[in-house]
Every structure is written in structure tokens, then in C-alpha cells.
């Protein structure tokens, strides 16, 4: 209208409050989507100066049993999550993402067994997540499943802001 003047708000205001991430959980399938969903966690976390979760699920033949996972994608046998799986899922998560978070304060590592969204959910609720990043399209996407994506789940259940970062080339 007549008369009114435009108001600019700082960038990164809404409102009076401030965005300020203090714990970013980043999920990975090690899919290309996650990869791209990475460097963005990465960015993130420099910027706010927050810890950044890193997390891998692996995934469940099963909606209600956490305690069985695909030993490998593809594969139909059913192995037991054992310690030891899990902590060999551990040391690859380490190995892949160690040299590229050397400007992250603090870096979490956690390897999960079960259905990815709920662990994903229960990760973030237990570590007090302010932020979630993931990539729009894993590996779980590719197949038909009854549970709906990983991303839609998440985004739907979460109790913070979640980021899913798609592949601009797909």
C-alpha cells in the first residue's frame, strides 16, 4: 500500500530468533545423493561451529527386527548384526569420512542396525539433533518397498529441520 515501507530482516533472522546449529546429523547409504548431502553436513557444521553426527543404518530385512541386516546390498542372505559386523561397518564409515572433517570440532561416528528412518529418528531425538542432512535419493529408493522412503519418513517424524540434498544432475 501507499506509504508502507519495506523492512529488511538480517540474514539468518527470522523473527528476532537466530538459526544456530549446534548438532548436525548427517546420514549416509553411501549412495551418490549422500555423498552430494555430505559436503553440504560438512559446510554446515563449519559454518555454525557444531558437532557433526555421522551416521550409517544398516538396513533391516525386517520393519520390526534390528537385529538382522542385509550383509550386503543385493544379497538375500540374512545375517546377524552382530558386534562385529557392526564394528567393521564402523571402521569403513571412519576410513571413508576421517580425512575430509579435519575443520569439524567434533565428529561422531555411529553404525546402527534396523529400519533407517526409526533409527535415524531415535539418533536424533537421543542426541538432541538440531538439523538432519541426508540425501533425497538412497539406495532403499531404488527398490519398492510398503514403508515409504527413508527421506519422506524422516521429514514427516522429525522433531528438527531436516535437509534432503538431490543430485541437481539427476
Do not use: W
Not at 549412495?31 to 554446515?44: G, M, N, Q, R, T
Amino acid at each position: 500500500t501507499a506509504g508502507t515501507k519495506a523492512r529488511s530482516i538480517p540474514a539468518g533472522k527470522v523473527g528476532e530468533a537466530m538459526i544456530d546449529y549446534k548438532n548436525i546429523l548427517y546420514c549416509t547409504d553411501f549412495s551418490e545423493d549422500a555423498e552430494i548431502a555430505f559436503v553440504h553436513a560438512v559446510d554446515l557444521a563449519e559454518r555454525y561451529g557444531a558437532v557433526l553426527h555421522v551416521i550409517h543404518v544398516l538396513p533391516s530385512l525386517h520393519r520390526y527386527s534390528p537385529t538382522e541386516a542385509t550383509k550386503e546390498r543385493g544379497e538375500s542372505e540374512v545375517v546377524n548384526a552382530t558386534p562385529e559386523l557392526i564394528a567393521q561397518a564402523s571402521d569403513q564409515l571412519i576410513n571413508r569420512y576421517r580425512d575430509r572433517l579435519s575443520g569439524i570440532k567434533e565428529v561422531n561416528y555411529q553404525v546402527l542396525a534396523g529400519t533407517p528412518f526409526v533409527e535415524i529418528l531415535r539418533y536424533a531425538r537421543d542426541a538432541q539433533v538440531d538439523l538432519i542432512v541426508l540425501g533425497a535419493m538412497g539406495f532403499s529408493e531404488l527398490e519398492p518397498t510398503h514403508y515409504g522412503s527413508t527421506v519422506d519418513q524422516v521429514s514427516l517424524r522429525a522433531h528438527c529441520h531436516v535437509m534432503a540434498i538431490r543430485n541437481p544432475e539427476k
